[in-house]
């Protein structure tokens, strides 16, 4: 059982590039979400979605793009990346939003912008 | 509105010895709260989550927390730590009223010595 996949691990972008982070979830998960971290800030909610089609912003959505054509997948995109989105990126699925369903996390995807 | 502080960035023990984190948090409405743990360079799992049954929560590795609704409280413990506890620590809030998010905390990294 994969759980939740991420793709890819590492990326280094230039500021101005455009990119794309992929995550898939074989749990057949409704609720899925992004989160960045940063050191000392915790992990910050970027964009959520409660179920294909439906997406919405977190706390931190600017410059950040999300879209769920399927129960499956949820990517990220960057637009035009800047170097304070220099950050690790984690995507979080579970089969409700709140309440007391554990999140699943994906290992992570480490984004440098230079 | 929901937040969550983790009073301590850094806790430093000895192998063997008690470790304490500590969480209080803030919710509109009643709460299910969370320790998750991070290793370096991993993904994020789940320790424990209290959802309203019991106020003393049990987890993995004998990691236990108690919900404290009149200290707005919800302290990880442990007894004995070992060196494969140390890594980084979060609490985190969301509430039982529909499709809310989570908040985490910013994290307390433990250090355990020889």
Known sequence: ?114 | AQSVTQLDSHVSVSEGTPVLLRCNYSSSYSPSLFWYVQHPNKGLQLLLKYTSAATLVKGINGFEAEFKKSETSFHLTKPSAHMSDAAEYFCVVTSNSGYSTLTFGKGTMLLVSP
């Open chain 1, 1 to 114: 059982n994969a759980g939740v996949t991420q793709t890819p691990k590492f990326q280094v972008l230039k500021t101005g590039q455009s990119m794309t982070l992929q995550c898939a979830q074989d749990m057949n998960h409704e609720y899925m979400s992004w989160y960045r971290q940063d050191p000392g800030m915790g992990l910050r909610l970027i964009h959520y979605s409660v179920g294909a089609g439906i997406t919405d912003q977190g706390e931190v959505p600017n410059g950040y793009n999300v879209s769920r054509s399927t129960t499956e997948d949820f990517p990220l995109r960057l637009l035009s990346a800047a170097p304070s989105q220099t950050s690790v990126y984690f995507c979080a699925s579970s089969s409700q939003g709140g309440g007391p369903y554990e999140q699943y996390f994906g290992p992570g995807t480490r984004l440098t912008v230079t």
